[in-house]
Structures are given as structure tokens and as C-alpha cells.
């Protein structure tokens, strides 16, 4: 399978889980489906500047997020940490998260959204 660029569903919308601004999602593949039904999200994702997505709880899967460019403050189940190009973070099954732009740049992201 190839998914072309043209092929990508992307949406720009309120940032999630009573997060603070926008954030764009342009999904790499579209469906559980395309992930063999191991996971429902593979995606580019972009928190725009003063943004955020708010603290969640994993339940029955798991979320990986590569730092492509820009600066974040990552909450690791309450931990807070600075997070920039190259980082990876996981966040497993049971476990919460959140990510905050900071600076006047976007955070340009890999999301991986796998089940347990």
C-alpha cells in the first residue's frame, strides 16, 4: 500500500481533552484497519503555539509521540518535563499525559496510538 499526500484526511480542530487552543491532524493512515487492527492512530500532528492537549488516561492502549520541531512541556503522569526535536515519549496502558507548545513555534509530532 502507498498513501499518498493527496490521500490523507486532515483536520484542524479544538485541541482535545479540555486542552487549550487548536491542533492539526493529518492522519498518516486512516484506520485500525490500515494498522492491521493494532492501533487506531498513526498521524502528523501539530499543536499550533499557546496550545495544548489536555492530561488523559490511556485505557487498552498505548501513545508514542516523536518530536519532529518545536518546544513542548510534556506531563508524564504528572512529571513535568521539556521535550524538543528527536525526543520520544511513551505513554503506556494505564498511564496519563499532556503536551503544551511552548515558544512561538508549533510542536511538530509523530503520533502512535497502539493497543494493549
Known amino acids: 500500500m502507498i498513501r499518498r499526500a493527496s490521500e ?37 500532528t501539530t499543536v499550533h503555539p499557546g496550545g495544548g492537549i489536555g492530561y488523559h488516561v490511556h485505557r487498552g492502549e498505548s501513545e508514542t509521540y516523536y518530536i519532529l520541531s518545536g518546544h513542548g512541556l510534556f506531563n508524564d503522569n504528572g512529571v513535568q518535563a521539556e521535550v524538543g526535536p528527536g525526543d520520544v515519549t ?27
Open 8 to 44: 490523507r484526511n486532515i483536520e484542524r480542530k479544538p485541541a482535545p481533552f479540555e486542552g487549550t487552543g487548536e491542533i492539526t491532524i493529518r492522519s498518516l493512515l486512516n484506520s485500525p484497519e490500515e494498522l492491521s487492527r493494532k492501533g487506531r492512530v498513526f498521524a502528523h
Open 90 to 116: 511513551c505513554t503506556g496502558d494505564g498511564q496519563g499525559h499532556a503536551l503544551t507548545a511552548v515558544g512561538d513555534e508549533p510542536i511538530e509530532m509523530i503520533a502512535l496510538i497502539l493497543y494493549a
